[in-house]
């Protein structure tokens, strides 16, 4: 079964071809960072604007393609360059927004984390939140300490401003969860 789209003109977007049929109203935004408190924010494609040229514009199969499908809308992560955001505004339900980001440090260790944990194999583990200095963000003066410990950390650890330090053998040691069950 074909999948026809149209090509928006930012690079990994791409609208179904009937979107025009969706009661289902739809934006997408070019967002250069996950804060969106700071990053500039362009607005790409809306819905209500419709899609200059359909006639002339060429469409392509995207039915083998591996993407993030959202109503008339297809991401193709791959294909990003930076972040989209996806509003969608169905008719008498509630409001729902997308990101699609590329990954940075903080997600990958994300990923090493539900990879360590395997929360299938241990249950206990699926519905507790992941560790806080996982996810916490760090401020300058954290990451300033961390810096200045790094220096005094040696192979088997030593004392250092009162406090024992060492280096963790894996990212579950390091939260101290390895024996959760």
Request: with cysteine; aromatic share 8%.
């Amino acid at each position: 079964m074909t999948e026809m789209y149209y090509a928006l003109d930012y690079p990994g977007v791409y609208l179904r071809t009937d979107f025009a049929e969706s009661k289902v109203r739809m934006a997408v935004l070019q967002e250069n960072s996950a804060d969106t408190g700071e990053a500039p924010l362009y607005a790409v494609w809306d819905s209500l604007w419709g899609l200059p040229d359909t006639v002339a514009r060429p469409t392509k199969d995207m039915s083998v393609k591996e993407g993030l499908r959202v109503q008339s809308v297809l991401v193709i992560e791959e294909e990003l360059w930076e972040g989209v955001t996806i509003l969608s505004q169905p008719p008498g339900t509630n409001e729902r927004r997308l990101h699609v980001y590329p990954m940075n440090d903080f997600y990958r260790s994300v990923l090493k984390y539900t990879e360590e944990i395997d929360a299938m194999q241990t249950p206990a583990l699926r519905y507790k939140p992941m560790p806080r200095q996982l996810v916490a963000p760090k401020n300058k003066a954290q990451e300033e300490n961390e810096d200045d410990e790094e220096e005094l950390v040696g192979s088997s650890g030593v004392q250092g401003h009162g406090c024992t330090t060492r280096k963790g053998e894996s990212l579950l040691q390091d939260l101290n969860i390895a024996n959760l069950s």
